[in-house]
Structure formats: C-alpha cells, structure tokens
C-alpha cells in the first residue's frame, strides 16, 4: 500500500509554544489530505480536510486559529497547533486521499502523540 | 447525518479462535474499508470493497459488502496473538468526492494466547 509519513512522531513541549506536525504522502501525489485527533480508546475525530494550494476545510468545532493547516504541495501538509495547551494533548493522525470520484483509498501516518505540559 | 455502528466493542477470545466483527449503517455507502490500528500507530488499510455483494480475502482475513450496501462485516480465522488492536469501518461520506471518511466506533480485539 501507499506510504504515509508524519513527523515527528511523539513531541513534549511547554504550554504556550506552537508545535508543527509534518504529514508526507512519499509515493502518490495526494491532492486531499485529512487530519484528525484520536482521544483514548476512541475512534478518529475529524479535524479537518486540506486541499493542495488552497485553504483548509474545517469541521465544526475545530478552531481554525488554533490548528493551522498548510498544505503547500500534493506530496506535504503540515498541522501547527498554536499556543499549545495541556488541553490539546493528543494523538493527531494525518492521512493522504487518493480518491476519484467516488472510490478510492485513504492511507494512514503512523501518527504524533502531542504532550503539552 | 451518516453513522456506521459497529459491533461488538470489545472482543476477548482465545489464540486459534476465529472472530467476526460487523459494521452497519441506515444509509447506503459505495465502498467499505477495513483498518486495524496498533497502539500508538496510524491506522493501516486491511481490506478495500467496492462492489456490493464483494468477498474478498487478505490472509487469514475475509471482508464482505453487504447486499444492501448497508453494512459490511469482517472475519478472521485462527486468529493469533500479533492479531490484537483495534479495528475500524469506514465509509465515504456521501458529500464527499475526495475521500472524507466516516469511521466505526472500532472494535477492540484481545487474544489470549
């Protein structure tokens, strides 16, 4: 299967800083990339829907100042969390979309466990 | 809006046992996915159908399209240790041509060896 890449893969950092997560499709080039953020024994939320070379669809209840999401080529998306608080801790999974029309596959990141102290 | 329900929740089962998981749903959906996911990993794709009434297999896994295209169900036989995780369905939005997925509420497999 297709080959997703997310860095990093655990981050730890002070309440209060910004953090970026890099979501890389490495051998397709994925024009739709989804974000989303897993609580505990739950299934995925999803955050948001990145389009290369245009703004990012959020879903509601996802403050958009606060996960900033570029998604500046068909092969890179980038997740930042902006003044990171313990709150966001979380895990975030991207994933790559090589969907037409109305079939497709969607492939997975291996996931950035996010730890604001 | 859409939901797929997914079922059991939680599974314990001896090694060996064979285990059956279902996913269904009150609105027709056009492909089903299969994901296992292992703590602290993304999820990984198992198996992919398309067409309703689909059987397909992938090792010791068998994943079936419902009739309907209302639910879909996934198999595994003899199953093994390594095989715990959870699981997830999931389906394409019907507003959505890019892939936006709605996911099961997974099922959480447990194998005793």
């Known amino acids: 299967g297709a080959v997703v890449s997310q860095h990093p893969s655990r981050v730890i950092c002070k309440s209060g800083t910004s953090v970026k997560i890099e979501c890389r499709s490495l051998?397709?080039?994925?024009?739709?990339m989804f974000w989303y953020r897993q609580f505990p024994k739950q299934s995925l939320m999803l955050m948001a829907t990145?389009?290369?070379?245009?703004?990012?669809?959020?879903e509601q209840g996802v403050e958009k100042d606060k996960f900033l999401i570029n998604h500046a080529s068909l092969t890179l998306s980038t997740l930042t969390v902006t003044s990171a608080h313990p709150e966001d801790s979380s895990f975030y999974i991207c994933?790559?979309?090589?969907?037409?029309?109305?079939?497709?596959?969607?492939?997975f990141g291996e996931g950035s466990r996010l730890t604001v102290l | 809006g859409q939901q797929l329900n997914q079922s059991p929740q939680s599974m314990f089962i001896q090694e060996g046992e064979d285990v059956s998981m279902n996913c269904t749903s009150s609105s027709i959906f056009n492909t089903w996915l299969w994901y296992k996911q292992d703590p602290g990993e993304g999820p990984v794709l198992l198996i992919a159908?398309?067409?309703?009434?689909e059987l397909t297999s992938n090792g010791r896994l068998t994943a079936q399209f419902g009739i309907t295209r209302k639910d879909s169900f996934l198999n595994i036989s003899a199953s093994i240790p390594s095989d715990v995780g959870i699981y997830f369905c999931?389906?394409?939005?019907?507003?959505?041509?890019?892939?936006?997925?709605?996911f099961g509420q997974g099922t959480t497999l447990q194998v005793k060896p």
């Open positions: 994933s790559a979309s090589n969907w037409r029309g109305h079939t497709g596959e969607l492939f």
């Open positions: 990145s389009n290369e070379g245009s703004k990012a669809t959020y």
């Open positions: 999931a389906g394409p939005a019907l507003s959505s041509n890019t892939g936006k997925l709605i």
């Open positions: 051998d397709f080039q994925a024009t739709t």
């Open positions: 159908l398309y067409k309703a009434g």
